[in-house]
């Protein structure tokens, strides 16, 4: 009995089990990747890849990436099982109108379809997964891509870029990734091609279809070298500009997905001759959806499997503690101190971005909240007024969205010089720029009776140092001789953003003092300017 006790006691301090302490949790394991493993051969049987292979090469990754997933799920799972509890996963698909299901129902859409297929397994683990679409149409990546966080949600273990239509190979991409690693739960960083190949009805491939020497090789390679060595080739294609700095940013964890080999395959197997039905040639169908979901899911599923086949094994030998020890130990080495950024923009780290674009994780970023003065309290009341801006192009834009099930509006203020001042509260815990933007216009023009701001800027004054209570309540009110007038500057980098400068006393500064402010614009003209955005540091 005492030698027994005394080992029991020696086996304790190295962190080491018989495997009968963890029975019940290897029990959960077993079950859980028996059905992860069915969903796979779904999604495999789905899209018949043992004829059509090369949906093998939707998915590339370096292999520091395909382990931070790994250990991440890791440990989530063993969290989830300590606790006695469930824990969330969450997965913020941002993006345009390819991602927010244009053209499609929403809730065909690729996040909501590959939520769908990856549920059991993560649910057989505990962990709720949440899946959300909160990608917005005609959305340029300024300012979209440096407010990464009020759209992905505080809590977001993966984000998910799609915009190659907007600006693939920007420095803006060096930024969503940046800004994506401040927020603090850690996400991965998902970057997913926007077009999906299709074609039209009378340019099909003459089945049946032959395996190349390339696709017989994907179907006799492990999945993990496919992942992270084989489907290369398609990542330095696809994303030149990723592949230049992601070896900067290992604990991003980078992916890239790719949506075109399978037009290799027009009107063969599941590739269905009708592929395009009820699409525009930019968005994709619904079955393009779907295929854009299996590549997110069927991947996915495969380091998830891996995670648990891990657990399991480690579960064996050691106390289920200590391995999440090591998880998160692991996790660390991988997400050193940020380096320098490659390319050179005017933002800092971490911005504070306030919008009231719609869909957003973090409700507390208002746009709307920010101001202090000048709104309208009633649409026929004097002053700035709220409005979603398609409802300014044609209000069906509007009914028809609703009648999808979209969740994308650009909900903005607008207003010109019978409009008086506005307001906003400018709250700078460090010295930094501060940027104000519009909405794009649709296919690059404003409404009728609108113009840029750039075009005609109104006066804008900076208020410095407000006492807090004033600044947020609704006491303030302007007055110019207590106010310093500052100017702008636009580039063709900013987009639909203008970004303020310094004073009349200091007009060369574009960093603005740390404390609490209002910022106050005032109209020259009667043409309308809208203001959608507000970015500070």
């Known amino acids: ?11 304790s301090l190295l962190h080491i089990t018989d495997g009968l302490e963890n029975e019940e949790f290897i029990a959960k394991m077993r079950k859980a990747l028996k059905i992860t493993n069915e969903t796979i051969d779904s999604i495999y049987s789905e899209w018949k890849v043992a004829e059509y292979p090369l949906f093998l090469k939707s998915c590339f990754m370096h292999k520091s990436s395909w382990e931070i997933m790994k250990f991440k799920l890791m440990g989530r799972i063993v969290a989830a099982y300590e606790s006695k509890g469930r824990k969330p996963f969450v997965v913020s698909f941002l993006g345009s109108s390819v991602t927010a299901g244009h053209d499609n129902l929403f809730n065909l859409s690729t996040p909501i379809v590959a939520g769908d297929m990856m549920r059991s397994s993560f649910h057989a683990l505990d962990l709720d997964l949440d899946s959300r679409n909160v990608a917005l149409g005609n959305n340029p990546c300024m300012p979209y891509d440096v407010c990464v966080k009020i759209f992905a949600g505080l ?23 940046r800004q994506s690693m401040y927020i603090p739960s850690r996400p991965i960083v998902v970057f997913s091609e926007a077009n999906t190949g299709h074609w039209p009805e009378d340019q099909c491939k003459v089945g049946p279809h032959k395996l190349t020497a390339t696709e017989q090789e994907l179907l006799q390679t492990d999945i993990y070298k496919v992942t992270t060595d084989l489907n290369k080739d398609e990542f330095k294609r696809a994303w030149s500009f990723v592949g230049s700095v992601d070896k900067k940013y290992h604990g991003a964890g980078i992916q890239t997905f790719q949506h075109l080999k399978h037009t290799d395959y027009a009107c063969l197997g599941p590739y269905i001759k009708t592929w395009m039905k009820g699409a525009a ?16 899911a069927y991947f996915w599923l495969i380091v998830l499997r891996d995670a648990i086949t891990e657990l399991t094994k480690l579960a064996a030998h050691r106390v289920l503690d200590a391995i999440a020890k090591d998880v998160d130990k692991h996790l660390n080495h991988y997400y050193p101190r ?85 307001s906003f509260f400018v709250s700078l815990p460090r010295p930094g720029p501060v940027f104000i933007c519009q909405t794009p216009g649709i296919w690059g023009s404003l409404p009728k009776g ?23 309540g609704a006491s303030f009110a302007f007055k110019p001789a207590s106010a310093a007038k500052v100017s702008f500057k636009h580039t063709k980098e900013l987009d639909i953003c203008i970004q303020l400068m310094g004073t009349s006393n ?32």
Request: charged residues 15%; hydrophobic residues 40%; proline residues 7%.
């Open 155 to 177: 809590d977001a273990d993966i984000v998910h870029w799609e915009q190659n239509y907007f600006c693939d190979g920007s420095p803006l991409m060096e930024q969503f990734i």
């Open 281 to 296: 040639s930019w968005h994709p169908s619904v079955i393009g959806h779907r295929l854009r979901a299996a590549h997110h």
């Open 1 to 11: 009995l005492i030698f027994a006790t005394t080992i029991f006691f020696l086996l």
């Open 506 to 537: 200091d007009s060369n500064s574009d960093h603005f003092p740390p404390g609490h402010h209002v910022l106050t614009l005032l109209p020259k003209e009667t043409t309308n300017i809208i203001i959608a955005w507000l970015m500070t540091a």
């Open 450 to 472: 609108f113009k840029s701001l750039w075009e005609t800027p109104p006066d804008m004054h900076f208020t410095f140092n407000v006492p807090f209570s004033t600044a947020t």
């Open 338 to 422: 940020l380096p320098a950024p490659v390319h050179s923009f005017p933002f800092l780290d971490d911005m504070q971005c306030f919008t009231d674009y719609e869909p957003r994780s973090i409700r507390n970023s208002s746009l709307k909240n920010q101001i202090v003065q000048g709104l309208a309290k009633k649409e026929s009341d004097p002053g700035w007024h709220v409005v979603i801006y398609e409802n300014l192009v044609s209000k069906s834009l509007v009914q028809k969205s609703l009648k999808m099930g979209y969740h994308d509006f650009k909900h903005l203020v607008y207003g010109n010089s019978e409009s008086g001042p506005l």
